[in-house]
């Protein structure tokens, strides 16, 4: 189809003559992809917050902690609380190869607790952990100055510790550096060896700020925990499902805990790799609900357009008629209806996806670097612009095959007589 200047003149003659009605039969289908562009990148901006609240942890990480026996077993009564064990780490890596990383961890007051830590005359309520090195990889933590805790650090039990940004304000002066400096926990001195960042946002990114993390053999010994563990943290190999791993490592931890095989309740889990799926899950049907409701929208205004231009068709009857007599050929009177289709629709649907990723462009501006929770950097890819954009010039095609096959069917005699 080709489309020269004078093509184009006529064309923008026809669809000028009625100024409102073009206008009108345009805005439905500028509509549509606006709304499609809008509802797409909120969708988006909602997909970015809740990913990024994943972005701290490795996805495919569990997590395994000790709860109440719900199901008495081997003459052991339900309710019975027991604790995970320093034997307990190499009978799982002994026994399940699928593991990638393994990492013991303990909290100083349990879940959510909190201590008072010193530096000098300033004093903080802080979280303390004890850690082993293969932490770093599961939390994603990245080290801003210093180190993170090394084998030797925890074959020797130094007493030494890592600061997140949290505690370094509130223990440090701002122009004081902290590394080889010293804090002191429930009455032991700790040297600060490193600093991280949190790659994170939200409530868990909150805490982690305000962390302290110690080898996991001096926190045993420090603070009198024996060999107890607090929980497990692993991440399975690539080629394995952390689902996998999840279950056999509570099948280990049962046995070797005396926990019935029917006991649901007594180690809590966490899956980041099913929750994560679910969210993906989640997200890949709101945007196909988005693209059915839009593309529905789109082509309501389609069918606008194709209505107007069965209208058009029958203006210009008598012209058609003139032009098929003077040896015009129906596939000429055909690619100028489809034309002028095609035309109206692009023009429309350019201006809409503009519009829209103007407002998304300028949502995404006015909450950067803002808190927004689960909305983050709302927008539209290169790929989804491009998708819309063929819609749009495949049902302006559409749209004009109808009124271009009424045209060529009306016989050049009765099209001249036509009034």
């Not at 000790?66 to 890596?93: C, E, M, W």
């Not at 399975?236 to 952390?242: G, H």
Request: hydrophobic share 45%.
């Amino acid at each position: 189809m080709n489309i020269d200047g004078d093509r184009l003149n006529e064309i923008w003659q026809t669809l000028s003559k009625n100024k409102l009605r073009t206008l009108l039969t345009a805005f439905g289908v500028f509509w549509g992809i606006f709304m499609l562009v809008i509802m797409l990148g909120s969708g988006q901006g909602l997909q970015n917050g809740v990913t990024r609240s994943f972005s701290g942890n490795a996805v495919n990480a569990v997590y395994l902690w000790t709860q109440s026996t719900s199901v008495p077993y081997k003459g052991l009564p339900r309710g019975r609380s027991f604790n995970f064990h320093q034997d307990d780490i190499q009978a799982i890596k002994d026994n399940v190869p699928e593991i990638e990383v393994l990492a013991p961890s303990a909290q100083l007051g349990g879940y959510r607790g909190e201590n008072n830590v010193s530096h000098g005359v300033k004093t903080g309520p802080f979280v303390v952990r004890g850690d082993y090195p293969e932490n770093k990889v599961i939390q994603n933590l990245t080290v801003l100055r210093g180190r993170y805790i090394n084998e030797l650090d925890i074959k020797e039990k130094r007493k030494v510790c890592i600061i997140a940004g949290r505690v370094q304000e509130i223990l440090f002066e701002k122009s004081e550096d902290p590394l080889n400096k010293y804090i002191q926990v429930n009455g032991t001195y700790f040297k600060v060896v490193g600093t991280i960042g949190i790659n994170k946002d939200g409530e868990n990114a909150e805490e982690k700020l305000q962390t302290i993390y110690v080898p996991f053999t001096t926190f045993q010994q420090a603070f009198n925990w024996g060999g107890r563990i607090g929980w497990f943290s692993l991440t399975a190999k690539p080629q394995f499902e952390a689902s996998l791993v999840e279950g056999k490592v509570k099948s280990i931890l049962a046995q070797r805990h005396k926990i019935s095989p029917d006991d649901p309740y007594a180690i809590g889990s966490w899956n980041m790799e099913k929750e994560f799926s679910k969210i993906q899950g989640l997200f890949a049907g709101i945007s196909m609900l988005v693209w059915v409701v839009g593309i529905g929208t789109l082509l309501a205004g389609v069918i606008g357009v194709s209505n107007i231009m069965l209208i058009i068709v029958k203006e210009r009857t008598r012209e058609i008629g003139v032009r098929r007599a003077i040896g015009a050929t129906p596939m000429s009177i055909i690619s100028q209806i489809v034309a002028e289709s095609i035309l109206l629709t692009s023009l429309a649907g350019y201006l809409g996806l503009v519009a829209g990723v103007f407002i998304m462009e300028g949502i995404s501006k006015a909450i950067e670097g803002q808190e927004t929770g689960m909305f983050y950097q709302p927008g539209v890819e290169l790929h989804v612009a491009i998708k819309a954009i063929v819609i749009v010039v495949v049902c302006g095609a559409l749209a004009g095959i109808i009124p271009a096959r009424k045209a060529v069917a009306i016989k050049p005699v009765e099209a001249l007589r036509y009034e």
